[in-house]
Structures are given as structure tokens and as C-alpha cells.
């Protein structure tokens, strides 16, 4: 545990006792230390005030100083340092309205969410846990610290967290946490697109994301509520044994924990009850895929272009087929050879959580599939212009001279090769080039 500490935030607690303060390292920093991971962050809580802390040290950024919390900046490293503290009154189910700041380290961690993220830890004090928090991690239990009831009320956001929480480590939620997050959940209608997308992506990638996904639909699509028809939705089709939702959550499961397949599983068929039409007894969705691109496209639009974008080209063609050579090619061509390797491992994880029905053919199609695409990339075959074995110079050195015909005649011979009617040899390319100058000369 010691080990993994850097010698910065070392420096800071050090240098605060130094000083005449307390100082330890706290939440999930030391969670994550007694689970034998290395944290992403280390937070530091203190007696000393912000002010006496932006003394103490020659660069202080006042990031958060309406809450306590100063940046200390060691060797280009940022540390937060929050004084302790007792919140105030909330009144937006998210952020107190002021703080009081305390001399009492216990009173600071009382405030916290969860007892696992309420534990503070020194060289020279050892660990501070006084709610438990190192057995519930030995005992894979997350509660909240003192009544989760008050604890939800005061920011509505730690429903997600506990959600995210045991998706990404595994733990199972205290009956008394679990009671108050079924009877709360709906505090969370303040709560901003884009905290609740943070949190649903990080809850996405998690080993037991499975679990979560079902046992907490009426949670998890209250905050995407675009999600809730999907429950109950029966699939009468011999295709299917698992109604959208169950459908879903199981290929969710299915694919790698890569933030864009996770979500592509979640939306691929989000459309499906807005589609569902029903012959002779026998459930159909036309067009559904359409549908699910609409409402992945408005449920991500506070995220970024590029994870937008390879979220959409996945649901829009997770239902293409694409099992010959030339529309492997042109699909790699359009949208890169990663985009199509998940476009495969989505379709795959799609196939296994549908009924056994044509199974094998299904299963042998994804293989043919994966088969070319392997042998295309042992090829290092042509999949954009700049791949081509000849350029514009080359054009040049022919007899054509610089202008859109030359430019046209390059996209011409791509595409020739991309369909594989020319090899990409250049030999064979020029000679292709001065055939096509002769005709249109």
C-alpha cells in the first residue's frame, strides 16, 4: 500500500504536519490502495485552511475555494487539498449551499458518500476508518455512510455512483442503500445530461455492468428514459427468446468493455418498440435500426463528435450484412478498419444473445467475415487513396498534366483496385493510367 504513493502528495502531507496540521490522504485514493489498485487520483484532506494552505506552498490554484478545495501543484503534478469540512444545507439535491469548515477529520469523512470512500490514511496515523469502510471492501459491500436516505437527498448523483460502482468492482449494494435507491431514485430529475452520461458511461464498462443492467432497468432508464419502452417489449420471432431490454442488456455483456461497443450494444436496438409491427402472430421491427440511430444520436449529444459518430455507425449497421470480400472493402474504405472490427464483434455478441435459431449459418457468416478481414489486413490491402501503389507525380511523369481530370482519373484507379478489379501493383496501375488517357484524351 505504502508503495504506491507518490512522493509528491508525500511532500504536501509532510510538509502540512510540519506546519502544525493534520493532513491524510482520503476517499477513494485509499479505497483504492486496500484493493490493490493503483488510484487515477490522490486527495488530500487537512486542518489548515485554504488560505494557510496557498501560503505553505509556492503554486496554488484555487479550483474549488467556495468548498475548501485548493490545487497544490508539486513537479507539474496537480494535488486537491480540501479542508475539512461539514456541509451545509442542500437544496438542489446536488451541491450544498455553503460549508462549514471543522478541526475534526471524523466529521469531514462523516459527510461522504459511501463508507468505502470514507477512510483517510497517513504514514504516521495509519488508517483512519472509523464507518467500516475496510470490511465492507473485504466483505465486496457497498452502504452508505450513516443513512443513505439523507445521503441521496443531499446529491442525487450517488445513485449512479453506487450503480457504477458495483459495475466496475464487483461489490453488492447494502439491502438498506438498495431500499433507499429503489425509493429515490427519481431525485435524480435535477441532475445534468452530462453528469448522468459521466457516470452511465463509466457504469458501461464495468465486468458486471450485466447484473446492474438488469437488475436496475427502472433506474438506469429513468435517466435515459428514451431506454424505457424497451422493457417488457416482447420479440414474438423465432429470432429472439428474450424480450428488447433482456435482449440488450445480455449484448451488452457480450462485447469487450470498449466505452464505444458497450454503448452501441445498449442502443443497437433502442428503436424496436417504436417499429414493432406484428404478422400472424409473428413480431417484426422494419426499419428499426433507423430509429435507434435517432435516439442514440439525441441521448449522446452532449458527448463528443468522435465517440457520437462510431457509436452511430455501429447501431445504424449492426444489422447490414456484409459477408463478401467488396462490401468488407468499401465498409473499411468509408469508415476504418477499427469502426469494422467492432461492427463484427457487435454483430457477434448480437447473434448470441438471440435464440438458436439458424445459429449455424449465422455464426459461420461472422466467421467468413472475420476470416476476410483478417486476410485483408495480412495483405495490407488498399483501403484509401493514399494506399495506392501510384500518385499524382506518377500521373505526371505520363503525360497527364495537373488539373481535376488527373484527380479523377487517381479516384478512378482506386476504385478499381478497391473492388478488386486492378491489383495494386504499380506496373499494372500506370498501365491502367495510360488506357484511360488515351480514352478520354
Known amino acids: 500500500m505504502l508503495n504506491l504513493i507518490p512522493k509528491e502528495a508525500e511532500f504536501i502531507i509532510n510538509k502540512l504536519h510540519d506546519c502544525g496540521y493534520e493532513a491524510f490522504l482520503v476517499g477513494g485514493c485509499v479505497r483504492d490502495m486496500l484493493m490493490g489498485t493503483t488510484p487515477n487520483d490522490w486527495d488530500i484532506a487537512t486542518n489548515a485552511l485554504p488560505q494557510d494552505v496557498t501560503n505553505i506552498f509556492p503554486t496554488v490554484i484555487e479550483t474549488g475555494i ?44 462523516s459527510r461522504r458518500d459511501f463508507t468505502v470512500n470514507a477512510m483517510a490514511f497517513n504514514r504516521k496515523d495509519g488508517l483512519i476508518d472509523p464507518f467500516g469502510g475496510k470490511e465492507d471492501i473485504q466483505n465486496k459491500i457497498l452502504k452508505c455512510v450513516g443513512n443513505p436516505t439523507n445521503r441521496f437527498n443531499e446529491d442525487s448523483l450517488r445513485i449512479l455512483r453506487a450503480l457504477r460502482f458495483a459495475s466496475t468492482k464487483g461489490f453488492a449494494i447494502d439491502p438498506i442503500t438498495n431500499k433507499a435507491i429503489l425509493k429515490q431514485y427519481t431525485l435524480m430529475d435535477k441532475l445534468s445530461t452530462e453528469r448522468i452520461l459521466s457516470e452511465i458511461q463509466k457504469l458501461l464498462t464495468g465486468d458486471f455492468v450485466y447484473s446492474v443492467l438488469t437488475e436496475y432497468a427502472e433506474v438506469i432508464t429513468f435517466v435515459l428514459p428514451d431506454l424505457k419502452p424497451m422493457i417488457g417489449c416482447k420479440q414474438n420471432n423465432p429470432h429472439h427468446k ?99 472490427q467492432d461492427l463484427l ?16 449459418e449465422k455464426t459461420r457468416i461472422i466467421k467468413e467475415a472475420e476470416k476476410i478481414l ?16 501510384i500518385n499524382g507525380k506518377d500521373l505526371i511523369d505520363i503525360g497527364y498534366n495537373q488539373g481535376k481530370h ?3 482519373t487517381l479516384h478512378k484507379i482506386f476504385q478499381l483496385v478497391l473492388d478488386d478489379e486492378l491489383p495494386n501493383n504499380k506496373k499494372v496501375l500506370i498501365e491502367k493510367a495510360r488506357e484511360l488517357k488515351k480514352t478520354t484524351m
Open 374 to 389: 483478417n486476410d485483408l489486413k495480412q495483405e495490407n490491402a488498399c483501403f484509401k487513396l493514399k494506399d495506392l501503389k
Open 242 to 340: 428474450y424480450d428488447v431490454w433482456a435482449h440488450t442488456c445480455n449484448t451488452v455483456k457480450n462485447v469487450p468493455p470498449k466505452l464505444t461497443l458497450r454503448l452501441a450494444a445498449l442502443f443497437h436496438d433502442a428503436g424496436k418498440p417504436k417499429t414493432k409491427t406484428t404478422e400472424n402472430g409473428v413480431d417484426h421491427f422494419y426499419g428499426h435500426a433507423k430509429e435507434s440511430v435517432k435516439i442514440a444520436t439525441n441521448t449522446l449529444s452532449r458527448s463528443s463528435n468522435d465517440l457520437v459518430k462510431s457509436v452511430v455507425n455501429l447501431v445504424k449497421h449492426h444489422d447490414t450484412d456484409i459477408n463478401d470480400r467488396k462490401s468488407i472493402k468499401r465498409m473499411v474504405s468509408k469508415f476504418g478498419l477499427e469502426q469494422i
Open 345 to 360: 464483434i457487435l454483430k457477434k455478441a448480437d447473434m448470441l444473445a438471440q435464440s438458436g435459431f439458424r445459429k449455424e
Open 66 to 109: 467556495k468548498y475548501g478545495t485548493v490545487t497544490v501543484i508539486i513537479n507539474h503534478l496537480p494535488f486537491e487539498v480540501t479542508t475539512y469540512r461539514v456541509d451545509g444545507d442542500y437544496n438542489d439535491n446536488r451541491r450544498p449551499k455553503d460549508v462549514l469548515y471543522t478541526n475534526s477529520l471524523t466529521k469531514d469523512l
Open 406 to 408: 488527373l484527380g479523377k
